[in-house]
């Protein structure tokens, strides 16, 4: 059966650090990937999702990357931390024609 | 563009009545549905999906819900509700071809003893 890891659960980090969250999945192979931020009390936003190794599309621009370096890897960085890149950080994976299945999230809270 | 919209963002319900969260969708062609439960600080859980076939969907813990293409509406149902199916519920759209989906607002479900 297919699972998705997504570490760290909760990160606390000062405004101007570095970030990087990462997600993998297993069980599957080329699965489309996606990073999805849901602000307190708000609906979910897709930031980026991939088709592919190295395939990455942005849906808002703003202060985030993600890389996909592995074919189950999907990996969201910051160069460096806003205020407003609090939130709940969600990892998902899908194949043609099925529904997303999510990690279990990171709370990031920017200090 | 596509759009989810869940009207009622709060429903509360006593223990055991029943209850509808409604979804509708602004979609000209083909897509798949889903809805989604979140339970405080967890990621999200397929509660059921259409694809194709039969408009009325089973999902589990008792949910289904009825795809209706002329209303563009997939409502979700429960004949009876539980508290421990307190929680937000999320609706979502795909279009058939493409590899985005699109979230409803939430509706937050609390069911009162």
């Known amino acids: 059966s297919q699972t998705i890891h997504q570490w760290p659960a909760t990160l606390v980090q000062p405004v101007g650090s570095p970030l990087s969250l990462e997600c993998t999945v297993e069980g599957t192979s080329n699965p489309n990937l996606y990073w999805y931020r849901q602000a307190a009390g708000r609906g979910l936003q897709l930031l980026f999702y991939s088709v592919g190794i190295g395939q990455i599309s942005s849906e808002v621009p703003q202060n985030l990357s993600a890389s996909r370096p592995q074919d189950r890897q999907f990996i969201l960085s910051s160069k460096k931390l806003l205020l407003s890149d609090s939130g709940f950080y969600l990892c998902?994976?899908?194949?043609?024609?099925?529904?997303?299945?999510f990690g279990n999230g990171t709370r990031l809270t920017v200090t | 563009a596509q759009s989810v919209t869940q009207l009622d963002s709060q429903v509360p319900v006593f223990e055991e009545a029943p209850v509808e969260l409604r979804c509708n969708y602004s979609s000209s062609v083909s897509v798949y549905l889903f809805w989604y439960v979140q339970y405080p600080n967890q990621g999200l859980q397929l509660l059921l999906k259409y694809l194709s076939g039969s408009t009325l969907v089973k999902g589990i813990n008792g949910f289904e819900a009825e795809f209706n293409k002329s209303q563009t509406s997939f409502h979700l149902r429960k004949p009876s509700v539980h508290i421990s199916d307190t929680a937000e519920y999320f609706c979502a759209v795909k279009k058939g071809y493409g590899q985005n989906f699109v979230f409803g607002p939430g509706t937050r479900l609390s069911v009162l003893p």
């Open positions: 998902a994976w899908s194949r043609v024609n099925s529904p997303l299945h």
